[in-house]
């Protein structure tokens, strides 16, 4: 089945250490997403990748890094610069972003808690 | 200023009954595209239903239909006979057409939990 993997499920960070979300999709989508959402604020954008070797910083993307080496895999690091880093991490994908009507299909989500 | 905004942070129904959520959005731009989301417990979001803004005709898909008042800016989720299972948040969002720079990602708004009552 074509889809959005995201791994870990959940995911315990010390103080002053990088952590790294995977996510995977196979639905040959050229467009790829992080969001964070926290209780009460809804879903804001960290980063996005409408190519390969290709990504651009969203509302949130202080304290966090990507890459996009392969059309299927889009890691999100989360360094320790991130002060407040537990959440919710959901990866998305579409098509691309040349027209209005394309809906975002989204991973399973990752829990971040800080130890 | 917040480009979506969902005034409801939680709403009640009785299940078989219809409900209304609210959603407006703030765009200076002529194109743009407006979703809703539905996020269960398991936390996947769940694409529900689109309008566009040149879109005349309201957007139904099922039990889902789309109130759109483009002159008011408003993009209500209307969804009938409500279920059990259809206890969750839910998430308006929108995406713009910017002349010379394109599309913009998804902006979503804060959500409202619906919790449907037997």
């Known amino acids: 089945d074509g889809g959005i993997t995201q791994s870990p499920k959940y995911l315990f960070r010390k103080e002053g250490q990088n952590v790294t979300l995977s996510c995977e999709q196979n639905l040959n989508h050229d467009a790829m997403y992080w969001y964070r959402q926290d209780p009460g604020q809804g879903l804001r954008l960290i980063y996005y990748?409408?190519?390969?070797?290709?990504?651009q910083k969203g509302d949130i993307a202080e304290g966090y890094s990507v890459s996009r080496e392969k059309k299927e895999s889009f890691p999100l690091t989360v360094t320790s610069a991130q002060k407040n880093p537990t959440a919710f991490y959901l990866c998305?994908?579409?098509?691309?972003?040349?027209?209005?009507?394309?809906?975002?299909?989204f991973g399973s989500g990752t829990q971040l808690s800080v130890l | 200023a917040q480009k979506i905004t969902q005034t409801q942070p939680g709403m009640f129904v009785q299940e078989k009954e219809a409900v209304t959520l609210d959603c407006t959005y703030d765009t200076s731009d002529q194109s743009y595209g407006l979703f809703w989301y539905k996020q269960p417990s398991s936390g996947e979001m769940i694409f529900l239903i689109y309008?566009?803004?040149?879109?005349?005709q309201n957007a139904t898909e099922g039990r889902y239909s789309l109130n759109f008042q483009k002159a008011r800016k408003s993009a209500n989720l209307v969804i009938s006979a409500s279920q059990l299972g259809d206890s969750a948040m839910y998430f308006c969002a929108m995406r713009e057409y910017i002349r010379n720079s394109g599309n913009t990602p998804l902006v979503f708004g804060k959500g409202t939990r619906l919790s449907v009552i037997a």
């Open positions: 998305a994908s579409s098509h691309g972003q040349r027209a209005t009507n394309e809906k975002l299909f």
């Open positions: 309008q566009g803004s040149y879109d005349e």
């Open positions: 990748s409408q190519i390969v070797n290709d990504f």
